[in-house]
């Protein structure tokens, strides 16, 4: 019975592995969670010495001024995507349900 | 995977942008004769596009106790080559440097070098290798969504060393340093890429195998064996 959805489940087992994964790392305590990017300019920081806040931007940037802001920022660039790949799949699916022209 | 506006010394920006900025040439030249030679291809290049905007937005928690997101340019190479994926990457970096502050246009072009370049190249160098071979075609999809991933973070770590040298160890120490924060909080990360974007490719198969076929991604007897044994019915033979 599942023998064509071999794909499907090894994903489920993958994503299920990954949550069980989070859940243990995040029972143990240490772990903030925050970006790789700011671990990453934390270690710059470290390397050269110099604090964090005195890298200033090189071109002056837009910053979003909260976290809600930036995730609502986030979440339009995901379902951006989210509704291309919805009107093809589905554009698709469309088509090869009825062909043009029969 | 992103090195934020004003923490790459200005020498190495004009770097990594003269490096960046030939392939963004060349893949919109790409993209242009793509779009005069058939229309046809314009959704696959669509949903390519929108794996890269869908997976960039998810930062996922890892096991180092940090968080990373995946890059998604795996299916853009396999279709649309290294050249048009650079384009594609570089509209995701560049919204992401203007409205969320994650990069910036001064370090737009060390980033495209590792996510929008780097890392599809090398996933490129994948497929290539293992396309006229026997492996099965999700294989290939997997492998070649998660090393263009994983790389992309190596190349990440590699850009940060040669920039901020170790005091003791040099470039070698310091890559290791940053290697650890974005290339291991990256392994699983880039394992999940692998498996959905496996599972994406085996459903854009099972509806459009001939725009794969067209494109020359996998042969037609590749194509047919893997959805012989993928789909419920067998289709029928034209």
Known sequence: ?102 | MHIMEGFLPWQWCVVWWLIAIPFLVMGVMELRLLMRKDREYLPLLGVSGAFIFILSALKLPSVTGSCSHPTGTGLSVMCFKPYITAVIGFIVLLFQALLLAHGGLSTLGANMVSMAIGGPLVGYGVYKLLKNTPVNIYVTVFCVAAVADIVTYVITSFELALAYPAAVGGIVASFSAFFVIFAITQIPLSIIEGLVLALVFKYILQLKPDLIEKLGVFSKQQIESALATSTDVPEKKV
């Open chain 1, 1 to 102: 019975m599942f023998e064509n959805r071999k794909l499907e489940i090894l994903t489920l087992i993958g994503l299920f592995a990954f949550v069980i994964l989070f859940m243990i790392i995040s029972s143990q305590s240490g772990h903030a969670f925050s970006g790789s990017d700011d671990v990453g300019s934390e270690k710059i920081a470290e390397l050269t010495g110099k604090p964090v806040e005195s890298f200033t931007p090189l071109i002056p940037q837009y910053v979003p001024p909260s976290g809600e802001i930036e995730s609502t920022l986030f979440a339009l660039q995901a379902t951006f995507g989210g509704v291309v790949v919805g009107l093809v799949i589905g554009y698709w699916y469309g088509q090869k349900k009825r062909p043009i022209g029969s």
